[in-house]
């Protein structure tokens, strides 16, 4: 096959076209996704008719499969597939309702986060011709890159804490004990991407809670500081899915936020894979 890519204008969300995943794809074929994914962070595959056996089969070919720890939404058949939805069926939902809508990067409360995500459509919410339930993506690199000398010096070798624990136990629907199996961890704020050698901001808007030495009032502001540069628009790109997207997002060199602006009846269905990643430094 041979791929096109369309720059998105952002420094992610960049297009390849002339990928069919349901059919065999050469390892050349392969390796030109795979640097345009490197070397963007998000990248988008549009009009695709995947199985959920080919996704899983495809997300192989970035590393080791990962099963989401948290909740029990594996699609059933095959667990790999977490499945992202608002739909209820006989009562219950039948995938996790709510799969971020601060900014974050996958799992980042775990000591080895995965290295990237793959998030296929298959439902999209809307009314009449309008779409909802977009995803946002901002570039964790480029927004290092951009910070001011001063700032670059004043995070260097900063670690900052994380608790999913501390987080969970904030919650009022049910999830409030979810936290429990993870041990806080702790990663750098600023990690060096493990392929590209990119410097990348490394924090999450819900889940940190201290950064170096700061007390917790200076480590909020901080992160919200950071959260408010790495949003801003030179560095995201907006997704307004269609059905048959397939987004890859690197969880180094990015994060993500959905947009919660939709409710049932309108119905969103989305089925992501997790590979597994390498400890931040
Ligand atoms: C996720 C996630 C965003 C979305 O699946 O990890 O954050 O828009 N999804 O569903
Ligand atoms: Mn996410």
């Not at 995943?21 to 070397?39: C, M, Q, V, W």
């Not at 986060?113 to 946002?136: A, M, N, W």
């Not at 000398?149 to 999913?164: D, T, V």
Request: with cysteine; aromatic share 8%.
């Amino acid at each position: 096959m041979t791929i096109a890519i369309r720059d998105s204008g952002a420094p992610l969300g960049h297009e390849i076209s002339g990928v069919d995943l349901t059919r065999p794809l050469d390892d050349s074929t392969f390796a030109g996704i795979e640097k345009a994914f490197n070397n963007c962070g998000v990248v988008v595959i549009r009009d695709q008719n995947l199985t959920p056996a080919q996704q899983v089969a495809f997300t192989r070919r970035f590393g080791e499969v990962e099963r989401y720890p948290v909740g029990s939404f594996g699609l059933p058949g095959q667990d790999e597939i977490l499945v992202v939805s608002n739909i209820i069926e006989e009562g219950k939902p039948i995938g996790l309702i709510d799969a971020g809508r601060n900014w974050h990067s996958d799992m980042l409360f775990t000591q080895r986060p995965p290295r990237c995500s793959l998030l296929y459509c298959l439902e999209v919410p809307h009314q009449d011709d309008k779409i909802f339930g977009d995803t946002l993506f901002a570039s964790t690199a480029a927004a290092y890159d951009g910070l001011p000398a001063g700032m670059k010096q004043r995070l260097a070798g900063l670690k900052a804490f994380h608790s999913f624990r501390a987080y969970a136990s904030t919650k009022t629907d049910g999830r409030e004990k979810e936290g429990e199996a993870f041990p806080d961890v702790i990663h750098p704020l600023v990690r060096t991407h493990p392929i590209t050698g990119r410097q990348c901001l490394y924090l999450s808007h819900s889940l940190t809670r201290r950064i170096g030495d700061l007390g917790e009032t200076e480590t909020a502001a901080l992160v919200r500081q950071l959260i408010d540069h790495i949003t801003s628009e030179p560095y995201v790109y907006r997704h307004h899915w269609r059905v048959g997207d397939l987004v890859i997002w690197d969880n180094c060199s990015s994060m993500h936020r959905a947009m919660f602006d939709y409710a049932l009846p309108q119905r969103r269905r989305m089925h992501r894979t997790t590979v597994m990643g390498t400890q931040p430094f």
